[in-house]
Nanobody
């Protein structure tokens, strides 16, 4: 089994920044593809960003391109989401997810991911 624990969420003013972290424990298999998704109240969980196991491939939702950056440190089994120029519409619970396929890709589809964290709340005030 794999456990994912997110941290770094909080309340920030519009235009501010936050960095989310997701620590992975349990079965250590470095070729996990990692992703971030978010879910706002009353909305479906949506893709935010993903990174391949090597870090060589990334994908971003159009709504966050140029503002968010996903990265990973495989030595620490941790993935990060640096969020800059935050907007009120970024307010959501952010979830970390892991895809155990071992492929060198960065999928955007929820169904591709095998493990999920509990989420961390990000609130952006206007």
């Amino acid at each position: 089994q794999v456990q994912l624990v997110e941290s770094g969420g909080g309340l920030v003013q519009a235009g501010g920044s936050l960095r989310l972290s997701c620590a992975r424990s349990g079965r250590i298999f470095r070729r996990y593809v990692m992703g971030w998704f978010r879910q706002a109240p009353g909305k479906e969980r949506e893709f935010v960003a993903a990174i391949s196991w090597s870090g060589g491939s990334t994908n971003y939702a159009d709504s966050v391109k140029g503002r968010f950056t996903i990265s990973r440190d495989n030595a620490k089994n941790t993935v990060y989401l640096q969020m800059n120029t935050l907007k009120p519409e970024d307010t959501a619970v952010y979830y970390c997810a892991a895809d155990a396929s071992g492929l060198e890709w960065a999928p955007t589809i929820k169904a591709q991911y095998d493990y999920w964290g509990q989420g961390t709340q990000v609130t952006v005030s206007s």
